[in-house]
């Protein structure tokens, strides 16, 4: 594929958490580098190369412009270790991400940390930033920002429920998945393949929309960005229009010169993965400006 050519400075990393250690690919900035560290978190279940191999490719691409990368995968997912077995979408943790953080500052001596997800792995991120202020800013690819069944009560300070296109996108995604030997064989087994305990299982499908208190959880970590004058962007593709709609919602609740610090981007026909190359492309484009502009008051 052009432009990602492998290079011999990426090497792999453990890093401890909690007993245990977690996997890492470490890309060094190419220019030796250490101001600007970002770190990607999985994207739900897939391991540290991310939907249609992204992360690697915008690790390399960040390398070359300048940036440290490091690739991580959360316990039990990939060649981390763990039993892993998240039984729904915001159970991903994120004490692995702070590990994340000791690396980058104190080995390889990154001065600013940056924390970067897709879907599940943005609300991670997020979550993440919002515990470790640590973290300097946050690149957040497809966040889903609001799921619940229709016209289920949210948290006070959203106030809303969802769009009828919202509600129809969520029950043709469960009735698409009903009939599929996939969708069940994910629900009854974890990352490794390893049978989880029924009490899990049922947990799981009980708790597969957003409750209450996860939706809560996601305010709360937009709120601790913009009050302690923190960095997010937010990058959607041109066709996920559900979650970016409600990102704009959600968005709009700040005073603008709150919004002063959160940055909304559109990628040309791009879908909830960027699944096609000039897509995954663009959004790479659109991650490294942002980051030279905030990092080096210069475009690319």
């Given at each position: 594929?052009?432009?990602v050519a492998l290079t011999s400075l990426e090497r792999p990393v453990k890093i401890p958490v909690g007993g245990e250690e977690v996997f890492g690919i470490f890309h060094p900035a190419q220019d030796g580098s250490t101001?600007?560290?970002?770190?990607?978190v999985n994207a739900g279940q897939q391991y540290r190369v991310g939907?249609?191999?992204?992360?690697?490719?915008?690790?390399?691409?960040m390398s070359r412009a300048g940036y440290a990368v490091l690739r991580i995968d959360h316990p039990g997912i990939g060649d981390s270790e763990g039993?892993?077995?998240?039984?729904?979408?915001?159970?991903f943790p994120t004490d692995d991400v702070a590990s994340a953080v000791d690396f980058m500052?104190?080995?390889?001596?990154?001065?600013?940390?940056?924390?970067?997800?897709?879907?599940?792995?943005?609300?991670?991120?997020?979550?993440?930033?919002a515990e470790d202020r640590r973290v300097?800013?946050?690149?957040?690819?497809?966040?889903?920002?609001?799921?619940?069944?229709?016209?289920?009560?949210?948290?006070?300070?959203?106030?809303h429920v969802l769009t009828k296109?919202?509600?129809?996108?969520?029950?043709?995604?469960?009735?698409?998945?009903?009939?599929?030997?996939?969708a069940w064989r994910k629900r009854f087994f974890g990352p490794n393949r390893k049978r989880l305990p029924i009490a899990q299982v049922l947990r799981g499908l009980r708790t597969h929309g957003d409750s209450d208190e996860r939706v809560a959880a996601i305010s709360r970590g937009l709120k601790s960005i913009v009050s302690s004058k923190r960095h997010a962007a937010f990058m959607y593709g041109e066709q996920d229009t559900?979650?970016?709609e409600e990102c704009v919602a959600a968005l709009r609740r700040f005073r603008k010169r709150q919004r002063e610090t959160l940055s909304y981007h559109i990628v040309p026909e791009g879908d909830h993965t960027f699944t096609s190359a000039a897509a995954r492309s663009r959004v790479i484009e659109q991650t490294i400006e942002w980051l030279n502009r905030l990092y080096r008051k210069a475009t690319a």
């Open positions: 594929m052009s432009g101001d600007v560290g970002i770190i990607c939907p249609h191999r992204i992360y690697v490719e915008a690790a390399r691409r039993e892993g077995g998240y039984p729904h979408f915001d159970s500052q104190n080995v390889v001596g990154i001065e600013h940390p940056v924390v970067l997800g897709m879907c599940a792995g943005a609300r991670c991120a997020l979550k993440a930033a300097d800013s946050v690149v957040l690819w497809s966040l889903p920002i609001h799921y619940t069944p229709p016209n289920s009560p949210t948290s006070q300070w959203y106030g296109e919202a509600s129809k996108h969520v029950l043709s995604g469960w009735a698409s998945r009903a009939f599929k030997v996939s559900v979650p970016r």
